[in-house]
């Protein structure tokens, strides 16, 4: 088999494996998310921590019908550069963020009395942050773990990607709708924001784990973003649900164009 025959054959196989991960776990997590929320709060802990877990759940037993193994799921030796970088850049934006809200009367100003001392407020920020690091690895194991590889391989770096971010996105489907963050915007909070948001989140991690990815660089910016915007919810209060759904979706556009470019110039060097 020459070259160009093997190259379509294998774009074949990973376009397979990349529908049927899909098409399993989208079709598993809504019907269990759809029929939960009608009984449990979206935001009831053990709903959360086994919806969260469904992605990897399937990924580990389709990677091991598959013959793969625990590198396979890209459990490597991560670069400690790309884990800073991952944790610090949600800083970035988290707080570019919530600074314009404030800027714009969206938001309250933060009241950082309401974490306490200084020491109190370093132990619930790294509290916070480690226990989102076992939460999100339930989701990463199967979207940069399994899935991210095989879409880039069937459909290209950047439109892998995009492709990726949707999946990502529409997987929150259940709680989105049940108006997780914005309680009067669900259908825009479910089929915008949310996939919006999680293309930005895949472009960033692509970025900083190009050539060398291991599972953690995502672990950590995922969990960086979700501890961080906690936080910040937690200690402001909202005065305007619409310009906080259209100022978090622009700002999640902005970073798809930012980040998008970035890590398309890095693909073609």
Not at 30 to 45: H, Y
Not at 165 to 171: K, R
Request: hydrophobic share 50%.
């Amino acid at each position: 088999m020459n070259t160009a025959n093997q190259t379509l054959v294998n774009r074949d196989s990973n376009f397979k494996k990349a529908k049927n991960y899909i098409l399993i776990t989208l079709g598993i997590s809504w019907l269990f998310g759809f029929i939960a929320l009608e009984f449990v709060d979206n935001k009831s802990l053990p709903f959360m921590l086994t919806y969260a877990f469904l992605p990897s759940i399937t990924a580990i037993i389709i990677n091991k019908k598959e013959g793969g193994n625990w590198k396979s799921l890209m459990f490597i030796k991560p670069n400690f550069k790309s884990l800073l970088l991952a944790t610090l850049i949600p800083i970035l934006y988290v707080g570019i963020g919530f600074y314009l809200q404030k800027l714009l009367n969206i938001r309250t100003a933060p009241e950082w009395n309401a974490l306490g001392s200084t020491g109190k407020m370093i132990l619930i920020t790294v509290a916070n942050f480690v226990s989102l690091l076992i939460l999100v690895l339930g989701e990463e194991i199967g979207w940069r773990g399994y899935l991210q590889e095989k879409l880039i391989n069937a459909f290209g770096e950047v439109k892998g990607i995009i492709i990726l971010g949707i999946v990502w996105g529409l997987w929150h489907l259940p709680v989105a709708l049940k108006g997780y963050n914005f309680e009067n915007y669900t259908y825009f909070e479910a089929f915008v924001t949310y996939p919006i948001v999680c293309i930005a989140s895949s472009f960033i991690i692509a970025y900083l784990g190009h050539k060398r990815y291991a599972i953690f660089v995502g672990v950590f910016l995922h969990a960086a973003n979700n501890s961080f915007n906690s936080i910040m919810l937690a200690i402001t209060e909202v005065k305007n649900e619409l310009g906080f759904i259209l100022l978090s979706t622009a700002i999640a556009f902005d970073l798809v164009l930012i980040f998008g470019y970035l890590y398309w110039r890095k693909t073609k060097k």
